[in-house]
């Protein structure tokens, strides 16, 4: 069920990031709310499934993120509120590949019309 589970993980990514970009461009309250929401089960899923040195990490990040946020005396139900910021910068991170793909392509083709 793991393995099943964790080779399909992109599907529930993807879906979060698409419905982001879609709140970009339609500036939609619901479909902020929609990925904030499922920001949290998405955190936890890839907290699970990451190798121990990001959990590591990802748990000193949230404990001081925890504390910064309790410190700030912010209510609780604004939690998912705050994962949402951080949307741009996923979604930037994730179309590196195609920017790449693309640069290589621009490569080829230059070295394709130099040998003409």
Same mark, same amino acid.
């Given at each position: 069920?793991?393995?099943?589970?964790?080779?399909?993980?992109?599907?529930?990514?993807?879906?979060?990031?698409?419905?982001?970009?879609?709140?970009?461009?339609?500036?939609?309250? &619901?479909?902020?709310?929609?990925?904030?929401?499922?920001?949290?089960?998405?955190?936890?899923?890839?907290?699970? &499934?990451?190798?121990?040195?990001?959990?590591?990490?990802? %748990?000193?990040?949230?404990?001081?993120?925890?504390?910064?946020?309790?410190?700030?005396?912010?209510?609780?139900?604004?939690?998912?509120?705050?994962?949402?910021?951080?949307?741009?910068?996923?979604?930037?991170?994730?179309?590196?590949?195609?920017?790449?793909?693309?640069?290589?392509?621009?490569?080829?083709?230059?070295?394709?019309?130099? %040998?003409?």
């Amino acid at each position: 069920m793991k393995q099943w589970l964790s080779d399909r993980l992109f599907i529930l990514y993807s879906i979060v990031l698409a419905l982001y970009l879609f709140h970009v461009f339609l500036d939609n309250s &619901y479909l902020e709310w929609t990925v904030e929401i499922l920001a949290v089960p998405t955190l936890l899923i890839s907290f699970y &499934y990451a190798t121990r040195l990001f959990q590591v990490l990802g %748990g000193l990040f949230l404990a001081a993120g925890s504390l910064m946020f309790l410190s700030a005396d912010t209510p609780v139900h604004a939690f998912p509120l705050d994962l949402i910021s951080n949307m741009n910068l996923l979604v930037f991170l994730s179309m590196l590949p195609w920017i790449n793909s693309a640069a290589y392509i621009g490569f080829v083709m230059r070295r394709v019309l130099k %040998g003409l």
